[in-house]
């Protein structure tokens, strides 16, 4: 199965600042890469897919990129409701999710 | 509207078979543009694949649960339902079911509530 590793797995960081998240696959994943974001005690919600796609209902303040082997969620303008775990996942070989981000705000 | 919303005991025995059903509401599940799945997660930790079931039939697992696992449907019920056998601590968990779309390059779209399994004597 392919491996994810998310870094860092902690950051805290300001209103407004900007946050980058990088997830490393352990081979090549194609476009097939998600990003969720998880409150606690709640489901994980989708924020992204296809690498920079946008689901439905995400502010435009989160976005993806990447490629290969390498990919990254960025959040511009951090909001104090985005505080939470994120997430990514990749369902091409098997199914992994990468160890998960703890952002917090200051 | 559409949502997932899992059910079973909340507490199982070592040993024992850990038994829980997704109830689906607002679609078919017969659909061949979604498959269907189950995410654990113990607490304090991250989140894990367990399988995912799919339109034609296939099945796919965990490697690392796959001895234990059981996925099936019952699409008469709009329901399919997770068992995983010879349970022990490490399976204590949030169980999650969700709906993954072929359209969003397999991503899992809506998730169920959770529901946390405790396994102990």
């Known amino acids: 199965d392919i491996q994810l590793t998310q870094s860092p797995s902690f950051l805290s960081a300001s209103v407004g600042d900007t946050v980058t998240i990088t997830c490393r696959a352990s081979?090549?994943?194609?476009?097939?890469l998600a990003w969720y974001q998880q409150k606690p005690r709640k489901a994980p919600k989708l924020l992204i897919y296809a690498t920079s796609t946008l689901q439905s209902g995400v502010p435009s303040r989160f976005s993806g990129s990447g490629s290969g082997t390498e990919c990254t969620l960025t959040i511009s303008s951090l909001q104090p409701e985005d505080s939470a775990t994120y997430y990514c996942?990749?369902?091409?070989?098997?199914?992994?999710f990468g160890g998960g981000t703890k952002v917090e705000i200051k | 509207q559409l949502q997932l919303q899992e059910s079973g005991p909340g507490l199982v025995k070592p040993s024992e078979t850990l038994s829980l059903t997704c109830n689906v509401s607002g679609v078919s599940i017969s659909s061949s543009s979604y498959y269907w799945g189950w995410v654990r997660q113990p607490p304090g930790k991250g989140l894990e694949w367990i399988g995912s079931?799919?339109?034609?039939?296939?099945?796919h697992y965990n490697p690392s649960l796959k001895s234990r696992v059981t996925l099936s449907e019952d699409t008469s019920k709009k329901q399919f339902s997770l068992k995983l056998n010879s349970v022990t601590a490490a399976d204590t968990a949030v169980y999650f079911c969700?709906?993954?779309?072929?359209?969003?390059?397999?991503?899992?779209?809506?998730w169920g509530q959770g529901t946390m399994v405790t396994v102990s004597s």
């Open positions: 081979q090549g994943i194609s476009n097939y």
């Open positions: 079931m799919y339109y034609s039939g296939s099945r």
């Open positions: 996942q990749q369902p091409i070989e098997g199914l992994t």
């Open positions: 969700t709906r993954g779309v072929t359209r969003l390059l397999d991503a899992f779209d809506i």
